[in-house]
């Protein structure tokens, strides 16, 4: 147990230095300094809660590394707009796509990665067991979290108009809100199928025995 409160520990030492490094090239003139706050804030909100509550709740190594992942994902969609990011136009030629997809992988890691963090919070502190109930609870918390997050794109619109308008990344797309929120639902069950045994191993590392 000990070893694996230390491989906690270091993930989060991992998030943290690519928070910083993130953040200090994400905000070296980024496309649209109101969208970069608005993507980085997230981000250092993370960090500071996890860093508080490090002590007395550390989460699973997988976890942090996956927060780590996202916090990247933000932080070059910060800097770029998430309609202008290299990586998305490279996409958008490879795969001959009629927009830049990039907004729709943050959107799938919207939905995959809080669905570690919120299977982990609800194995160790509800009594809740791994299976069908907790799958489903998982994948909805995650929808709901996508849908408020649209709720705040409808608000930077109304409060910024224009000037929100590469936050919002819509790309013309009127159908993007509900692809965002499919999209995040998509990351929630992917996440689960494919990372719940390694991380019941994680768990149990930690001490934590994910019950039957």
Not at 1 to 19: D, Y
Request: hydrophobic residues 55%; charged residues 15%.
């Amino acid at each position: 147990m000990a070893e694996a409160v230390a491989q906690s520990r270091r993930a989060f030492l991992v998030l943290c230095a690519v928070a910083a490094i993130g953040l200090v090239w994400s905000g070296i003139g980024p496309e649209d300094r109101l969208t970069w706050w608005l993507e980085v804030a997230p981000v250092i909100i993370a960090v500071a809660l996890l860093a508080a509550t490090l002590a007395r709740f550390p989460f699973t190594g997988i976890v942090y590394l996956l927060i780590a992942v996202h916090a990247a994902i933000l932080m070059l969609g910060g800097h770029y707009t998430y309609a202008k990011v290299p990586l998305g136009f490279w996409l958008q030629d490879v795969l001959e796509f009629s927009r830049n997809p990039y907004d729709r992988i943050g959107h799938f890691a919207q939905g995959f990665v809080p669905a570690m963090v919120a299977r982990e919070l609800l194995l160790r502190h509800t009594p809740l067991r791994r299976g069908g109930w907790l799958f489903t609870i998982v994948a909805g918390m995650c929808l709901a979290i996508s849908a408020c997050y649209e709720f705040i794109e409808w608000w930077a619109a109304l409060l910024g108009g224009g000037s929100a308008e590469a936050f919002l990344g819509t790309q013309g797309d009127v159908w993007d809100t509900q692809w965002d929120m499919f999209l995040a639902l998509c990351g929630a069950l992917a996440a689960q199928l494919l990372l719940g045994g390694a991380h019941d191993r994680a768990l149990q590392r930690l001490g934590v025995m994910p019950r039957a």
